[in-house]
């Protein structure tokens, strides 16, 4: 199972390269890291994405907390949480498919930031799944270049829990 981390830590030289050593020296793999200032001056937020069952991810934890500059750690996997995250796509674009690729875009709520003469590149925001699926719609028309800023999250204050919702509205619908 896939756990989302949300770490706060100081703003200090070489805090993010003790953290990946921790994971790297453990053997666990991280498949996502954003980091970014926090809410507070001299604080970051770090959040990733990591492989493992309850059991490590405490494990995790624990060893988290015994960095110097790790200020607090939670696990926000089952926290109703809103998440984004950002990704840059560039598309083969013929002038035959352009305007597909362009409606396609639309449906998804991405943006046409560059335009070529052979390929399209599109800006989308919004939830992990909202990448997969726009990445498997376009692949017919070939995928020259991704960039992704991995998954940015913060718990809702409201509570509600936005997967919960879609799974329910899918049963009604």
Not at 50 to 64: C, F, N, S, W, Y
Not at 107 to 118: H, L, P
């Amino acid at each position: 199972m896939k756990h989302t981390l949300s770490v706060l830590v100081e703003d200090e030289a070489g805090v993010l390269s003790r953290i990946s050593g921790l994971f790297a020296r453990r053997g666990f793999n991280i498949e996502s890291l954003a980091v970014g200032a926090a809410e507070q001056g001299g604080v970051s937020r770090i959040t990733m994405v990591v492989p493992g069952d309850d059991r490590i991810i405490e494990q995790l934890t624990k060893q988290l907390y015994k960095l110097v500059n790790v200020l607090k750690v939670q696990d926000i996997t089952e926290i109703p949480c809103v998440e984004r995250e950002l990704m840059l796509l560039k598309v083969n674009a013929t002038s035959s498919s352009r305007s597909e690729i362009v409606e396609l875009a639309q449906i998804f709520r991405a943006r046409v930031v560059d335009v070529a003469e052979d390929s399209l590149t599109l800006e989308v925001v919004g939830d992990p799944g909202k990448m997969v699926a726009i990445v498997q719609v376009l692949e017919k028309f070939g995928l020259k270049e991704i960039a992704r800023t991995g998954k940015i999250a913060l718990t809702r204050e409201s509570g509600v829990n936005t997967e919960l919702l879609k799974s329910l509205q899918a049963k009604v619908f």
